[in-house]
């Protein structure tokens, strides 16, 4: 018999504690997950539910993930190891998600079976057999990569390979690449498969793919949207960044991996909707005073300020949309208003004038000052002063003989 068989028999023996990590110690619905893309089971409370499906959401290195079906009925838990039907060979992953839930995330993901229509199994959960020979597979991972980048920059290729991804059992590698134009590795194929002796796979990402993979922390003190739920990437413009009144810092706009923030586009369509509401920026209004040019607008308030100068901030004043929308309709009548700012403005603007102090209510010493108002303080009464004897500048212990002792001699 051999020695693989062997350990696969004896393996049926042993725990499945041993040689998986299942949902423990964590809160209802997670997996203890050091993976990206989570995805929260918020149907861990209908047992009813987890049974209803036989599909199962298995993740592998990073984002990748893959729909399989549970035909052997396997007891699989959230953060199961499992060993899954691939070509060639099989792959080992972990059980990020089961039950009803998994074939809405399929139908999000637009998951389609393969070309030859059937899905891929799980075949079991993973034997020490198995995951030994994963940890020699992710073993090697770092070193052929640093050699698939030689061999590309030998070949004179115009690409860069940021990741390698090994099958469970070490048949198969993913060789993930970033390229500006289109490569033809046909040559490179040929080359890895000589040198690593496995089937080569070749998968293009983009820049924000890559930074996703990589993983950190965004100037906004989070993890990183690429790494964290962000599956599908949208194009983002420079136009998001105009219509939210920021200002065209390439610096400030771009992430880490070199384009805009995808952030940019988060509230772009509640300001696109909400500059529908505002007049325009380049109607000026006109006073008795002077003529005000638009300056800035807070979009979301409603309130837009002017200036008396077209290109600096001079006699800068603010009011609300409402007023701007009627300053110009009787500027279109010929009338002209004496201010911008109306009689009523000027009133609830004095009512509500900020003092300065924003923890006026929460002040520490907001009782002393009340005690004092109530008990006035008693003040106390001046010393009297004692009567100077040495006007003539004669001092009564240097002339007094007890105080003088000779140099050298400690006085008793």
Not at 274 to 290: F, G, M, N, V, W
Not at 334 to 360: A, H
Request: hydrophobic share 30%; net charge positive; aromatic share 8%.
């Amino acid at each position: 018999m051999d020695k693989e068989q062997l350990s696969d028999r004896l393996s049926d023996i042993v725990p499945i504690k041993t040689v998986t990590v299942r949902n423990t110690k964590v809160c209802a619905g997670c997996t203890p997950h050091n993976n990206k893309l989570h995805v929260y089971d918020w149907l861990h409370d209908f047992p009813e539910l987890q049974d209803a499906s036989k599909m199962v959401e298995v993740q592998f290195k990073n984002t990748r993930k893959g729909y399989y079906i549970n035909s052997n009925n396997l007891k699989l838990q959230l953060g199961d190891l499992v060993a899954v039907e691939s070509l060639p060979g099989h792959d080992i992953g972990t059980v990020t998600l089961t039950g009803k839930l998994v074939e809405l995330q399929m139908k999000k993901n637009n998951f389609r079976d393969d070309a030859n229509g059937a899905l891929k199994r799980v075949y079991r959960i993973a034997r020490p057999a198995d995951l030994e020979k994963y940890e020699q597979a992710k073993a090697r991972e770092q070193s052929t990569m640093i050699r698939a980048r030689k061999i590309a920059e030998g070949l004179g290729l115009q690409m860069k390979i940021g990741d390698v991804e090994y099958q469970g059992d070490g048949n198969k590698a993913i060789f993930y690449y970033i390229a500006d134009e289109r490569v033809d590795f046909r040559e490179l194929i040929k080359v890895l498969a000589g040198e690593f002796r496995v089937k080569i796979e070749m998968k293009q990402i983009g820049a924000r793919q890559e930074a996703g993979r990589i993983g950190g922390i965004g100037p906004c003190g989070r993890e990183m949207c690429c790494s964290r739920w962000i599956s599908n990437f949208v194009s983002v413009s420079t136009s998001a960044a105009r219509y939210q009144d920021i200002s065209i810092n390439p610096q400030k706009l771009a992430g880490q991996c070199g384009k805009l923030k995808c952030c940019m586009n988060y509230e772009v369509d509640a300001y696109v909707e909400a500059q529908r509401s505002l007049p325009s920026r380049e109607i000026t209004l006109e006073t008795k005073d002077a003529t005000f040019y638009h300056f800035k607008t807070d979009i979301f308030s409603g309130m837009m300020t002017y200036s008396t100068d077209r290109y600096n901030a001079v006699n800068l004043e603010t009011i609300h949309k409402e007023r701007v929308f009627e300053i110009i309709s009787m500027n279109k009548g010929g009338d002209k208003p004496l201010k911008l700012i109306s009689e009523t403005d000027v009133r609830n603007v004095k009512e509500t004038s900020y003092t300065g102090d924003l923890l006026e209510d929460q002040s520490i010493t907001r009782f002393d000052e009340q005690r004092k108002s109530s008990q006035p303080r008693k003040k106390r009464k001046p010393r009297k002063k004692r009567p100077d004897n040495r006007q003539d500048g004669t001092n009564p212990q240097r002339n007094n003989p007890k105080n003088d002792t000779p140099p050298g001699e400690n006085k008793e």
